[in-house]
């Protein structure tokens, strides 16, 4: 097995972050720094990145509901509770797949597959996110409209989104709304609702690919059936193909 998708399957990270930790000369076989992405691992070899052994893992999946307050992070140098501490009972090295914000609750994948977390998360598979999200201001088709197209965000422009207006409160201000994206940016719903006039007050993602929150409270987790993992993993090919 090549060595980046050997420490992809240890969970450590994804290939190309592999890549990167074997570029900068943190790997190891036998000793011996590696450098070369062709090098192949033997059975009985040893493996260490940054000084420390991994090894292969079962290949894990779970569905966590994230709650409000909690950090999408294996740790937090502020102290501050992580996804990990909601999965005390986890033996595998799991990590999250893309962030939910800290004030932002729904639908969160943790996974040691490093392969399948890239595969989740590219643009290009077009997996969908589906959020609801409380505003600030009244939503309409004509200052929704832009996100079908895509807006300019930090210079980029982002993919085209779905919306579905649920609920407008004129005498509160504030409207209920649905938005579909395929793509993860830092604070990429919020500032998409910015950027046509409208400010996030409550955000939830409701959906990932074909899963939901069903039968999940705020911080209850469960494990991904073969199934479940198996309709993700078609729906990326089927949407790149």
């Known amino acids: 097995m090549r060595i ?8 450590l990270a994804s290939r190309r972050k592999a890549e990167e930790l074997i570029k900068q000369g ?7 720094v590696v450098t070369e992405l062709a090098t192949t691992v033997k059975n009985g070899d040893r493996v260490e ?4 052994p991994i090894y292969n893992e079962e290949k894990v999946y779970y569905l966590l509901n994230k ?10 140098d502020k102290g501050r509770k992580t996804v990990l501490d909601l999965l005390p009972d986890v033996k595998e090295r799991i990590y999250p797949v893309g962030r939910l914000d800290w004030d932002t609750t729904g639908v969160l994948i943790l996974t040691n597959d490093g392969d399948f977390t890239d595969e989740m998360i590219h643009p290009r598979n077009e997996i969908d996110k589906v959020y609801l999200a409380r505003l600030k201001g009244l939503a309409t088709k ?3 409209r832009p996100l079908t197209r895509g807006v300019v965000i930090d210079g980029k422009k982002t993919g ?13 201000n504030r409207s209920l709304v649905e938005l579909t994206i395929h793509e993860g940016r830092n604070h990429q719903v919020k500032n998409m609702f910015q950027a046509v006039g409208l400010l996030v007050d ?5 959906q990932f690919g074909t899963l939901n929150l069903r039968g999940l ?6 494990r991904l059936s073969k199934k479940e993992v198996s309709q993700l993993h078609n729906a990326a090919v089927t949407k790149h193909q």
């Open 160 to 172: 085209p989104a779905r919306y579905k207006i649920i609920k407008v409160e004129p005498d509160k």
């Open 217 to 222: 409270q705020p911080g209850e987790s469960r």
């Open 202 to 206: 409550k955000l939830s993602r409701t």
């Open 142 to 144: 004509e200052n929704l």
């Open 26 to 32: 943190l790997v190891t076989i036998n000793g011996q």
């Open 4 to 11: 980046n998708k050997y420490i992809a399957h240890a969970g």
């Open 67 to 76: 709650p409000r307050g909690v950090i999408s992070s294996v740790s937090d």
């Open 49 to 52: 990145v940054s000084g420390q």
